[in-house]
């Protein structure tokens, strides 16, 4: 299994206040993706890393914001989470493949299930 | 705009069967596709994979075919073991997109001994 741990695994917030998911990778991988999952929608992306500094728009990205600093972690913010942004929250890896762009496949972690009140 | 359909939110196979799990995309776009499988309560664990400019790929008990006229993909899981029971999510991407992956809403299989 690909080094990839999220924190924290479980967290329950108020409507309002602001919360930072982090992502932890030991595997040197370059990119970094941030990916929610909802009943009836699958996985939905939010945000991605090509690099440090990297970043860019997902699917669904509206409300939340990320950073990375360094090439292990990867922080999605809710800067005022709001009930609809209760979900399953996953985030996942690629290393560089043919001619430096992403590798095809994104290997992901165990998750964090946030319930926004 | 779903662009990946999976429209069986389940299915239910007896062990040692055949599963054959569905999917359907509408972009003409994608070039890579991939199956993935998901247990309660962790992440999605990658399965098997396909490239556009094939029409099949195995890996023991699991094959993934692609009929790209057609936009669909389907996952063949033969001999099927009580371990394969989960969630099976197929997703897409082009290669030129960052591999943004596009999921379906996954099926729920499960086996019966």
């Known amino acids: 299994d690909a080094g990839i741990t999220q924190s924290p695994r479980h967290k329950v917030t108020e409507t309002g206040t602001p919360v930072t998911l982090r992502c932890h990778q030991t595997e040197n991988h370059r990119y970094m993706y941030w990916y929610r999952q909802d009943p009836g929608h699958g996985l939905r992306l939010i945000h991605y890393?090509?690099?440090?500094?990297?970043?860019d728009k997902g699917e669904v990205s509206d409300g939340y914001s990320v950073s990375r600093s360094k090439t292990e972690d990867f922080l999605l913010t809710l800067e005022s989470a709001t009930s609809s942004q209760t979900s399953v929250y996953f985030c996942a890896i690629s290393d560089e493949g043919v001619a430096g762009g992403p590798g095809e496949t994104q290997y992901f972690g165990p998750g964090t299930r946030l319930l926004v009140l | 705009d779903q662009q990946v359909k999976q429209n069986s939110p389940s299915l239910s196979v007896q062990e040692g069967r055949i599963s054959i799990l569905n999917c359907d995309y509408t972009n003409s776009m994608f070039d890579y596709f991939l199956w993935y499988k998901k247990y309660p309560a962790e992440g999605p664990t990658f399965l098997i994979s396909i490239s556009s400019i094939k029409d099949k790929n195995e890996d023991g008990r699991f094959t993934v075919f692609l009929n790209k006229s057609a936009k669909h993909l389907s996952l063949h899981i033969v001999p099927s073991q009580p371990g394969d029971s989960a969630v099976y999510f197929c997703a897409a991407s082009h290669i030129q997109g960052a591999q943004k992956l596009v999921f379906g809403q996954g099926t729920r299989l499960t086996i019966n001994p």
């Open positions: 890393s090509y690099g440090v500094k990297d970043t």
